[in-house]
C-alpha cells in the first residue's frame, strides 16, 4: 500500500483514498471502502432486536406505570364514590329537616297542648329522644280548637321499630281516638305505648324518610339492639312549669321570661324551639345490616321554631 494511503487510513479520510492515491492503488481502496460500509451495515442489522436485559428494563418500567395508574385510578374512584355519597346524605338531610320545619312552623298550638312533643325511651339510665310528635291538621284547622287532638292529625317522625336504619313519617288518616299531646302525658309508659302502637298498626301510612340513618349497637341485660341515631331536643319558652306557677298565682305574669322580649299587658309570644341531630351513612347498608367499608357517617343539624300567642 502507498503512503498515500497508509495515510488516509490513519486518518479515515476515504476523499483522500479517492483523490491522492495513485491510479494503480484506487480500485483496492475502494475496494477496502466498500467492504468498510458492507461490515459496518451487517452489524447494523445484527442490533436491530432488544437485548434481554433491555427487555428486563422495559417490563420492570412498565410495571411500574401500570401500577402507578391503577392505583390513581381506584383512588379517583373512591373519591367519586364518596362524594356521590355524600351528595346523596346531604339531599336526604335537606328533604328531612325542610320537612320537619314545615310541620313545625305550621303546627296547631294551644296552652296545653303546644304542638310539638318528643317522646323518649330511656333503656339502662340511657334515653333516647328519637321520635316527634306534631300537632298537624291536614286543613289548619283541629276538631278540636281547645284540644286535645285527635290521633288522625298527627305526623310522627321516627325510626321504623323493624328496621331503624329507615327515618319514617307515620300518619293514621282513620283513627279518631283523642291523644293527650303533652311532654307529661306522652312520655310515661301508657303514652310510649299508644305512640308505638300507631307506628305498628296496619292502618297506619308510613313513608319513608331515608334508609342512610347511621345504627349502633346498645347492650340491655344481655340482649343486643340496634339504635338509630337520631335526637329531637324540644325546648318550650315560657315552660309549662312556669305556666302553671301563672295560672295559681305563684309566678306573676311581668315576671315571665318571654321570648325576645315579646309581650304585652294581655299577650304574650310563646316559643316552641325544636333541635334535631341525625347521622347519616355516605352509602347504604347491605341486606345483611352491614355498612360498606368505605360508608362513613355524616353529622346533620337542624332546627325549628313555633310562636304561638298565650293570653293572660
Not at 432488544?50 to 422495559?58: F, G, P, S, Y
Not at 315560657?238 to 318571654?258: F, K, S, V, Y
Request: with cysteine.
Amino acid at each position: 500500500m502507498c503512503r498515500a494511503s497508509n495515510r488516509a487510513k490513519s486518518v479515515g479520510c476515504h476523499w483522500w483514498l479517492a483523490h491522492q492515491c495513485p491510479d494503480h492503488c484506487r480500485q483496492r481502496h475502494w475496494w477496502t471502502s466498500h467492504q468498510w460500509h458492507t461490515d459496518l451495515r451487517k452489524l447494523h442489522r445484527s442490533r436491530t432486536g432488544l437485548t434481554l436485559l433491555e427487555l428486563m428494563l422495559a417490563m420492570t418500567v412498565s410495571t411500574i406505570l401500570v401500577g402507578a395508574l391503577s392505583v390513581l385510578a381506584s383512588a379517583t374512584r373512591q373519591t367519586a364514590t364518596f362524594s356521590e355519597g355524600q351528595a346523596s346524605a346531604l339531599q336526604h338531610s335537606q328533604v328531612i329537616l325542610d320537612r320537619i320545619n314545615r310541620f313545625v312552623g305550621q303546627a296547631y298550638a294551644t296552652e296545653t297542648y303546644p304542638g310539638v312533643v318528643v317522646v323518649d325511651e330511656t333503656v339502662s339510665s340511657n334515653r333516647y329522644p328519637d321520635t316527634l310528635v306534631i300537632w298537624s291538621p291536614a286543613d289548619g284547622a283541629p276538631a278540636n280548637a281547645a284540644g286535645p287532638p285527635l290521633v288522625r292529625e298527627l305526623v310522627i317522625i321516627g325510626p321504623d321499630p323493624t328496621n331503624p336504619r329507615r327515618l319514617m313519617e307515620f300518619t293514621a288518616p282513620s283513627d279518631g281516638r283523642t291523644v293527650q299531646l303533652n311532654d307529661a302525658s306522652l312520655n310515661t309508659t301508657t303514652g310510649r305505648s299508644l305512640i308505638q302502637s300507631i307506628k305498628t298498626a296496619s292502618t297506619t301510612t308510613k313513608t319513608v324518610l331515608t334508609p342512610l340513618v347511621r345504627i349502633a349497637s346498645t347492650s340491655t341485660s344481655g340482649t343486643t339492639n340496634q339504635r338509630a341515631a337520631v335526637r329531637f331536643e324540644c325546648e318550650l319558652h315560657p315552660t309549662a312549669a312556669e305556666i302553671t306557677a301563672l295560672r295559681n298565682g305563684t309566678l306573676a305574669w311581668q315576671d315571665i321570661a318571654w321570648p325576645q322580649g315579646l309581650v304585652s299587658s294581655g299577650a304574650g309570644l310563646r316559643q316552641v324551639w325544636l333541635r334535631t341531630e341525625l347521622q347519616l351513612m355516605s352509602q347504604d347498608y347491605t341486606d345483611s345490616g352491614v355498612a360498606p367499608a368505605d360508608a362513613a357517617p355524616l353529622p346533620f343539624l337542624g332546627s325549628a321554631t313555633l310562636y304561638y300567642s298565650l293570653t293572660k
